[in-house]
């Protein structure tokens, strides 16, 4: 509803302690950013497993943006536990032919307004020039 | 009624929803009674309300009634940002004696109307309470987790905020680790002569703390010490204290145990060699303070021209002066007419004003530097009337209680006032006529007629930064504002709570204040840890990882993967230990059978809440 089927949607999952305030801080700040982006707080983004990315971009999400705290997080051995996983997710996009560039990986602090807003916006125009994810195995089915 | 309310939440969800208007701060961009409407029907929504302040008590009230009616037993907020008003509403639905945790928050305000408008707006807002939703129809009740708490403080700071805290704590019988890093107590404060709107002498008033200080049992003074490490939570932090002698040895003379004017309260104790102590304390308060900003080179004249100095500096000299003369002398040069500028370093603006090395600038106004230099002022003219004094300004903000009557008494004792715009400042020059220095400016006043004046003196009314303490809140985690002073949760609500759970903020490291606003702060930051160990424990939010026993196959990897050993294996099963358990999630990811969830963040909520946001 809140976008047409064609605009895309992001999924942004960000950290409670860092990137969640920071997108907050956006919004004290007043500065306009496209509407088809959807916030979940999480407390550490190493709580997803590989399969639910995927799942994500199966049930027609256009772009995921993990904003994690980097190597501020506050859970010890989270954030390289993280990276890793991510690496997984991206052999499995890889494998469905899935752009890599529709997700993405960055630290966003309290008061990272500038970047918060840069990486919305890039990957807003990404998923306006990819159009929606086609898996491999969908398209050759 | 209780019981049934409790038998009630393990029934199937019946979702109450209430949206907020906060005002007009989500109103006027989210059509909310659209929002109120599109989600009534999704499935287990019972009810769907709207009002004008969720947060106020008829707001809550309308949560109550639901849940007593019995009309739900779910509850989704969708309002400001879950900081300011996740823990209200979970209050006002435990008074209703639901269990607090059947609770969802939708960020329908910071995340939407104050970044997104008209139509998108309230399509968001749609999407965004469907997905809590979805989510709170997934809740399970939780208990929260209870632990003891150490009836310990902290104070960081023994300047005048955390003199005053430490008295009011110990008043209350809470004992006080009071660390100080310099071998005084009493810190910016005790480089002060006289404070508005009083005009009591700063040292009297530090005495009158430092000497209750000094006196309590309860309360434990650390000179030259610093906290180098942080662990722990909210009631049983950890804190190593390291103490090493100060570069520069105290003098002899100034070795008494009380106020030293320009210096400070000595408390003794100086350490003659470094050690470390370590700490088991139940609150922390942040009194850290600030620092003056130092003008740069030739910032109106400042480094090239001796008579150019701070206001700080003149109080410092004024202290000094003879008190008979009719005329100031500041370093054995008679001062015939003295030139004050207010805002350097403060209210700086880009292009006009030069950013740091970090493309910083003090973009805030400091508050207190408009009283503390028309004070000064006055003083001169009452002191010295031969004197001339010359206030050159931008704004004048005299805002405190009583403080406008500096301003009114100046222009009465013929303190002459230019205003100057931030592009026009004062120009300082030397010059080889009369008088040592020129100043020259374009004044507002006289309608933009150019002044050229010779003065003996320049005073630089300099600003408030943020103490240098990153150290701290690198080890801490602490919110920092963008003006890089600490960061309290809501500045009217929870004014001196700071995001994470048992650090509070006590005076001018939150923002400049005056010495009655450090105290209100350093008062209030201590109420609230009276209010917080008084009881002897403090819970914590129940969320860690719980295993669902009838899906573990003791596979085991959730304790290879749990950095914190909180994970064993009982007979089959895993099994967690909650209170060693810090809710990261690293073992959801890697159970093969989902059997282990993180209590209040499950992967299955997460999926929900994606299947909504796809959905609507």
Redesign the interface.
């Known amino acids: 509803m809140a976008t047409d089927a064609n605009e895309g949607k992001i999924l942004i999952l960000a950290t409670e302690s860092c990137a969640y305030p920071g997108a907050n801080s956006v919004g004290q700040a007043h500065s306009s950013y496209p509407a088809n982006t959807y916030i979940l707080r999480v407390r550490a983004p190493v709580l997803f497993p590989e399969h639910f990315y995927m799942d994500c971009f199966r049930k027609g999400i256009s772009g995921i943006i993990v904003m994690s705290c980097g190597e501020e997080c506050p859970y010890e051995g989270a954030y390289h536990a993280f990276a890793k996983r991510i690496d997984n997710v991206f052999q499995l996009m890889k494998a469905q032919d899935i752009d890599l560039r529709r997700l993405r990986l960055t630290a966003i602090c309290t008061v990272c307004n500038r970047p918060f807003l840069k990486e919305v916006n890039d990957m807003n125009a990404l998923i306006k020039e990819l159009g929606p994810p086609v898996f491999k195995d969908a398209a050759e089915a | 009624m209780s019981d049934e309310i409790k038998k009630q939440e393990t029934a199937e969800p019946r979702v109450g929803v209430y949206i907020c208007h906060c005002g007009g701060n989500i109103s006027d961009h989210v059509d909310v009674k659209k929002v109120a409407e599109?989600v009534k029907d999704i499935p287990g929504v019972e009810v769907s309300h709207t009002d004008m302040f969720m947060c106020s008590d008829p707001g809550q009230e309308l949560i109550q009634k639901d849940i007593k009616e019995g009309s739900i037993n779910r509850v989704v907020v969708a309002s400001c940002?879950?900081?300011l008003h996740e823990l209200t509403f979970r209050g006002a639905i435990s008074r209703a004696d639901m269990n607090p945790y059947l609770y969802e928050h939708a960020?329908i305000?910071?995340?939407?109307s104050?970044?997104?408008?008209g139509d998108?707006?309230t399509?968001?807002a749609?999407?965004?309470v469907a997905?809590a939703i979805a989510k709170a129809r997934g809740l399970k009740p939780l208990e929260a987790i209870r632990v003891d708490a150490a009836n310990h403080a902290t104070i960081i700071g023994g300047g005048i905020a955390g003199l005053r805290a430490a008295v009011d704590l110990a008043a209350s019988g809470i004992e006080v680790a009071l660390i100080e890093k310099t071998p005084f107590l009493g810190g910016n404060a005790s480089k002060l002569d006289r404070v508005f709107p009083t005009s009591e002498k700063a040292g009297d008033l530090i005495a009158y703390l430092a000497d209750t200080v000094m006196k309590s049992p309860l309360i434990t003074i650390y000179p030259c010490s610093e906290i180098t490490g942080f662990e722990g939570y909210i009631g049983n932090f950890t804190l190593t204290v390291s103490k090493k002698p100060p570069a520069d040895a105290v003098p002899g003379d100034i070795r008494e145990k009380y106020f030293h004017p320009f210096a400070g309260y000595y408390p003794g104790q100086t350490p003659t060699e470094a050690s470390e102590e370590s700490l088991t304390t139940g609150v922390i308060i942040f009194a850290t303070g600030f620092e003056l900003y130092e003008p740069s080179r030739g910032e109106f004249g400042y480094g090239d021209n001796e008579e150019v100095i701070t206001l700080r500096q003149l109080i410092r000299d004024m202290a000094d002066s003879p008190q008979d003369s009719g005329t100031l002398r500041i370093n054995n040069r008679t001062v015939r007419r003295v030139a004050m500028i207010h805002c350097v370093g403060s209210r700086q603006i880009p292009g006009i004003h030069e950013a740091d090395e970090d493309d910083y600038l003090n973009e805030y106004c400091s508050r207190t530097c408009c009283t503390a230099t028309l004070q000064a002022a006055l003083e001169i003219r009452d002191r010295y009337p031969d004197t001339q004094v010359l206030d050159f300004y931008r704004d004048i903000r005299t805002y405190g209680h009583n403080q406008e009557d500096y301003y009114d008494r100046a222009s009465e004792k013929n303190v002459l006032f230019f205003r100057y715009e931030p592009d026009e400042s004062p120009v300082i020059t030397r010059e080889s006529g009369e008088y040592p220095l020129t100043v020259r400016v374009r004044d507002k006043l006289t309608f933009n007629e150019e002044i050229e004046v010779g003065v003996d003196l320049v005073v630089l009314a300099t600003g408030m930064q943020a103490a240098p303490i990153t150290s701290l809140v690198?080890m801490m985690?602490l919110?920092?504002?963008?003006d890089k002073f600490l960061?309290e949760v809501h500045p009217k609500l929870r004014p001196v709570e700071m995001?994470n759970g048992g650090i509070f903020l006590a005076g001018t490291s939150q923002a400049p204040m005056d010495i009655n606003e450090v105290c209100n702060a350093a008062q209030a930051a201590a109420a609230k840890t009276v209010a917080l160990l008084g009881k002897g424990y403090v819970e914590l939010d129940p969320?860690v990882a719980a295993v669902e026993t009838d899906k573990c196959k003791g596979s085991g990897k959730c304790i290879e993967?749990c950095?914190?050993k909180a994970i064993t294996m009982n007979g089959n099963l895993a099994e967690v230990n909650p209170a060693l358990c810090?809710?990261?999630?690293?073992c959801?990811?890697?159970c093969p059978e989902n059997a282990i969830d993180?209590q209040g963040?499950s992967?299955q909520e997460?999926?929900d809440?994606?299947?909504a946001?796809?959905k609507?």
């Not at chain 2, 305000?109 to 939407?112: F, I, L, V």
């Not at chain 2, 104050?114 to 408008?117: A, Q």
């Open positions: 599109a940002a879950p900081s960020n305000r910071e995340q939407d104050w970044v997104h408008h998108p707006a399509s968001k749609v999407t965004l997905a690198e985690k919110p920092v504002g963008s960061q995001a969320f993967e950095p914190e810090t809710g990261c999630g690293m959801v990811a890697v993180v963040w992967l997460y999926e809440m994606v299947d946001i796809v609507f």
